[in-house]
T-cell receptor
Framework: KQEVTQIPAALSVPEGENLVLNCSFTDSAIYNLQWFRQDPGKGLTSLLLIQSSQREQTSGRLNASLDKSSGRSTLYIAASQPGDSATYLCAVRVTGGGNKLTFGTGTQLKVEL | DAMVIQNPRYQVTQFGKPVTLSCSQTLNHNVMYWYQQKSSQAPKLLFH???????NEADTPDNFQSRRPNTSFCFLDIRSPGLGDAAMYLC???????????????FGAGSRLTVL
């Protein structure tokens, strides 16, 4: 059974800092991995999707990496801004698992002025 | 320009009183999902449709049912809500396949259910 863990559960940084969020998964037979952002009381917004054959994906100030063999992914946020404050969740789709995503519990990020 | 729309955004019901949550999409995606998210927890998949093919998760309570009358709409029915069913219910869609953009989930804003 796939388990996804995100550490730390919460993180507070000053504006302008570069930061890394971590995601680990127990079953390396994944089809893809997605990073999402969730604002309080809202739905999820997809940030980046990395296919199993890829090592990283970039969108603006965000860069996500994937190391399947070690069961890890990181989300790098450059030059953080207060508007980046949200909960960041990663989710994996297991090979042969159909359309099911297994989510981590997220990292709650606060970027302070 | 919301592409996945959930109604209502907030639903208050009494213990045991049936509830229906709706989800509509303008993306023409062939896969639709219902997730349950309790406070500070990961979203948990309840079921999903691949076209009209219904897929129920093994641990989804019998209390929860779903209907997808057409490509655009999907409903979540909770027959007899208990206190433990209070949660945010998230609808999502995706395009199944290998083309660019496939398998990326698009979520609605969610329906928050309170059970009194």
């Amino acid at each position: 059974k796939q388990e996804v863990t995100q550490i730390p559960a919460a993180l507070s940084v000053p504006e302008g800092e570069n930061l890394v969020l971590n995601c680990s998964f127990t079953d390396s037979a994944i089809y893809n991995l997605q990073w999402f952002r969730q604002d309080p009381g809202k739905g999820l917004t997809s940030l980046l999707l990395i296919q199993s054959s890829q090592r990283e994906q970039t969108s603006g100030r965000l860069n996500a990496s994937l190391d399947k063999s070690s069961g890890r992914s990181t989300l790098y946020i450059a030059a953080s801004q207060p508007g980046d404050s949200a909960t960041y969740l990663c989710a994996v789709r297991v090979t042969g698992g159909g359309n099911k995503l297994t989510f981590g519990t997220g990292t709650q990020l606060k970027v302070e002025l | 320009d919301a592409m996945v729309i959930q109604n209502p955004r907030y639903q208050v019901t009494q213990f045991g009183k049936p509830v229906t949550l709706s989800c509509s999409q303008t993306l023409n995606h062939n896969v639709m999902y219902w997730y349950q998210q309790k406070s500070s927890q990961a979203p948990k998949l309840l079921f999903h449709y691949y076209d009209k093919d219904f897929n129920n998760e093994a641990d989804t309570p019998d209390n929860f049912q779903s209907r997808r009358p057409n490509t655009s709409f999907c409903f979540l029915d909770i027959r007899s809500p208990g206190l433990g069913d209070a949660a945010m219910y998230l609808c999502a869609t995706s395009l199944y396949g290998t083309q660019s953009g496939a398998n990326v989930l698009t979520f609605g804003a969610g329906s928050r259910l309170t059970v009194l």
